[in-house]
């Protein structure tokens, strides 16, 4: 299983980013995707997550109405929309895989190697 994820790099405060995560070797279909975020120093948290068919989202309080997660089934890639970034949106952001609900924030079976999203002020 490889979650290869993409997109990250260095924007101004206020600015945009979309994060993409090609998933191969899974039945993509089957599985709930998460974003996760780790920044310098801190554990890693939930930020979003998606429903196997895209019906059903779920957001950290930090991130919500600032960022979308969308997935595409064709492609097998889930993407997270990052708009108005801040300072404190600055980390290492990962992709993962799992047979959960998008409420539940453990249990991912399968991770990426992560993409690194840094906003300055």
């Known amino acids: 299983v490889q979650l290869q994820a993409s997109g990250g790099g260095l924007v101004q405060a206020g600015g945009s980013l979309r994060l993409s995560c090609a998933a191969s070797?899974?039945?993509?279909?089957?599985?709930?995707m998460g974003w996760f975020r780790q920044a310098p120093g801190k554990e890693r948290e939930f930020v979003a997550a998606?429903?196997?068919?895209?019906?059903?989202?779920s957001y950290s309080d930090s991130v919500k109405g600032r960022f979308t997660i969308s997935r595409d089934n064709g492609k097998n890639t889930v993407y997270l929309q990052m708009n108005r970034l801040k300072p404190e949106d600055t980390a290492v952001y990962y992709c993962?895989?799992?047979?959960?609900?998008?409420?539940?924030?453990?249990?991912?079976?399968?991770w990426g190697q992560g993409t690194l999203v840094t906003v300055s002020s």
């Open positions: 993962a895989a799992g047979p959960v609900d998008v409420t539940v924030h453990d249990g991912y079976k399968h």
């Open positions: 070797g899974l039945t993509f279909t089957v599985y709930t």
């Open positions: 998606i429903s196997w068919n895209g019906g059903r989202t």
